[in-house]
């Protein structure tokens, strides 16, 4: 059995992993292990000794890294650097997750690897150098993925599920950008499907891996609130009138031209999502 070490315990990705996989798991949480420290990840790493050294903490305010880039960049890059210094000389796999925002948007297709990167924010460029991290190390697998949601942590279908059901009881629509296009990522399809490539034999290298098709932001709102039953109207706005900091691409969409398993179409993943979220209240 494999013994995986797993960073970010806590987020969406790293508890969709712990539903998945099978041998010994080691969760690192933020507040436990800090990967900036570097001593610290050196030792950790170390003494698990893992066979799968699953990467899925990260500085994911995109807005937030405009502001303050250099806690992103500690934490995308030097962060990420840390542990592909702690697994050199070693046979682990090094598995990390990059976004679709590496890409400007300006393809108007799904984007594949062989595609040129060419990030407009400081979390696109953050996520795009800790790839290079890496991919210097001959174990190194990087997995961009797009617009990642689940049951848990912070993420868009919980934020509208709250949002549509406030909006619902004061009568009001709800007001969704509709000119920013992606590949929504349920967390679960996406472990699992990380899981059959590695147990596949994936070899180390670039993949993407996003939820089937793609859509807007509108569109996968009204998606989520149709499932749940909200009765609330959800408009389309444009990016320019939301007025957020930090620059995003177009058209995100991701699609792979590599071996890899496939995930199932983006509406899917929303369905389970929601039926996980709706108990809950």
Known sequence: M?????????????????????????LSREDVLDIRDAEAV???????????????AAYTDVDGAEADPETAEAINVAGTRNLVSAVRGT?????????????????????????????????????????????SWVHGIVVRTSWLFSDTGRNFVKTILTAGRAKAAAGEPLTVVDDQVGS???????????DEALKQGVAPGLYHMAGGGYCSWCELAREIV????????VLPTTTAELGRPAPRPAFS??????????????????????DRLIPLG
Do not use: C, M
């Open 2 to 26: 494999l013994r995986w070490f797993v960073t970010g315990s806590g987020g969406q990705l790293a508890t969709a992993f712990t539903r998945v996989l099978e041998g010994e798991v080691f």
């Open 42 to 56: 050196r030792a950790a790493v170390h003494a698990f000794a893992p066979d799968v050294l699953v990467h899925t």
């Open 91 to 135: 046979h682990t796999t090094l598995v990390y997750f990059s976004s679709d925002y590496v890409f400007d948007g300006a393809k108007g297709s799904p984007y594949v690897e062989s595609d040129a990167t060419n990030p407009l924010s400081v979390y696109g460029r953050t996520k795009l150098a800790g790839e290079d991290e890496v991919l």
């Open 184 to 194: 929504p990522t349920y967390a679960g399809h996406l472990a699992a499907a990380v």
């Open 226 to 233: 149709q499932l749940a039953g909200i009765d609330v109207e």
């Open 253 to 274: 969409a991701l699609a792979s031209e590599r071996p890899v398993p496939r995930l199932p179409h983006w509406a899917a993943g929303v369905a389970e999502a929601v």
